[in-house]
C-alpha cells in the first residue's frame, strides 16, 4: 500500500535526510582521516642501533635478518649493522637469496645464525651512502642514477647479482660518455675528460674491465679528449698499460689526415710528461711510426725531431751506425718536415717559423736544416692574390665568409674555413676538382675530400683552368640561390 503525502511533508523529509546525510559524511571523513592517521608505515631496511623514536621501531618491525657491512675508515675497519626483511632484498638478489636459502636447500651456514656479514672494497668509489642507495633501490625499487653514484651501482649490481641494476648502471655511464662530448669547444671537451678521468679511475680501482674497455674505446675514438698537456698531467691512469690499449683500440676507428695529426699532438704530449719511467726509444717508435702517426702537426713536429735525436743519441748506437742515419732524413723527420713546410711552393705552414725555430735550431740535426732549406728555395709560386678568398652573397649564409688557402690539390689551390652545418662543426672547402669545375664543399670533420660524404653545395659553371672572380656559379644540392660572390682579401 502507497501512501501520498503532502508536497510540504515530502520537502521537510528531504531536507531531514539532507542534513543527515551531511553529518554522515562528516563523520565518515573524521573516521577515515583518523584512519589515515593510524596508519602504519610499511616495513623498511633500518640501521643500528635504532633511534629513541618509534619511527624506526615501526620500520624495523618484522625485520628477520641483520647484515654486518664493514667499511675502511683510513686505518680502521668500522663495521654498521642493519635490520632488513628476507622476502624484500632476497626477490631481487641472487646473492642474498643464495645467503637466506637453508643450508638443507644448498643455502649457507649464516640462514641459522639470520645474520651474514658483507665488506665494501676499501675504494672512495664504492661507500657506505652508497650501499644504502642499494637497500632503498631493493626495498622502492626506485633509484636516481647520478655519475656520483653510477659505477657503484654497477659494481653492486654485478657484486649482489642484480642484473636489472647492474644494466641500469652500465646504460647511464654509456649514455653519459656520449652525450658530453656533443660540442667540440674546449669547455665540453675539459667536461668531458674529466669525466672519462674519473670513470676509469673508478673503473680500474673496482678490477671493472668492461667499462675500462668502453673507456678507452671513446678515447681511442676522440682524439681532442687525449691532446690536452693539462689533461695529461692530471690524469694519473695514463700508464704504459693503458697508452697501450688505447692505442691499439684505434684499430676500431677510421683514421683521418685530422685525426691523426690531433693524435700527434697527444702522443708529443705524453712523451714530454712521462719519458723518463715510461717512454724509452722502443716505445718512442711505436708511437711515431709511420703507421701510427702517418700525418704530424705542425705544433708538435719540432720537438718531435728533437726528441728523436735525443733518444737516439742516448740510445749508445754504434758510431758507423750513427753516421750513417745522418746522411738522410728519418721516415719522422720527413713527416714533420712536410708539416711545416709547403714542398710544392715553398712556403711554411705556421704563421711565425722564426720564433719557432729560433731557440731550438741548434738542437736540430743538420740534415733536417737542410732539408728545410731547400724546401724553402722552392721557385714555384702561388698567383697573387689567392692566399685568401671572401665569400659573400650566398643563399646558404653558411657558405659566407673568408676561405684561406690551406693546401694543394694537383697542383690547385685548396681555401678552406671551419663553421656549422646542421649543427655540426664541417669544414667548407673552395676547390678546383679534376672535371674542370670549382665547388663550394662541406666536409664533416673526420672525412676525407672528394668521397661520397662531400655535401656540394655550389658549383662554377663552366670549366676553368684558374679562378676567377668574374666565374659564373649554380647551385647543387643543398645550396640555395643567390649563387656567391667573390672577392680577393
Known sequence: MYLNMPDSRMEGNKKEEEVLGEDADSDNDSSWTKGRRKRKKLPHWTRLPLASDDDDDEKAKYADWTLDVTVSNGSDDVVISYLVHKCLIGLQSDYFEGIFRDPEEGGFSESHQKRSAIKLPESVVVTIEHFEILLDYLYTDKLVIEPDNAVAMVYFGDYFGIELLQDQAQSFIRELIKTKFLNDIPSSIVRMQKLLTALYQDAKCLAMEELQEAIVYECAGKPR???????????DVLDKEFWCRVWDARKFHTPTELSTKLWSISVAHFIELHYSNIVDLERFFE??????????????????IEEEQRMRTAANEETAQKKDDDKKLTCLQQRCIDSLIDSDTGNWKIPKPRSLLQAKIQNLPPIVLGSMLLCTMNTKEMPTGTDSIRVSGAGSEVVNGVYMKSGLQNGDPIFTKVGLFEGSNVLFHLYRFEDGHFYITVLPEGSVLNTTEDINLYMSTNEEEDFSLGMSWETLHEGEVPSPTFQFV
Do not use: D
Open 225 to 235: 679528449l687525449m691532446m690536452s698537456k693539462e689533461h695529461c698531467t692530471s690524469l
Open 287 to 304: 708511437l711515431t711510426c709511420l703507421s701510427s702517426l702517418p700525418f704530424v702537426s705542425a705544433e708538435v713536429a719540432v720537438f718531435l
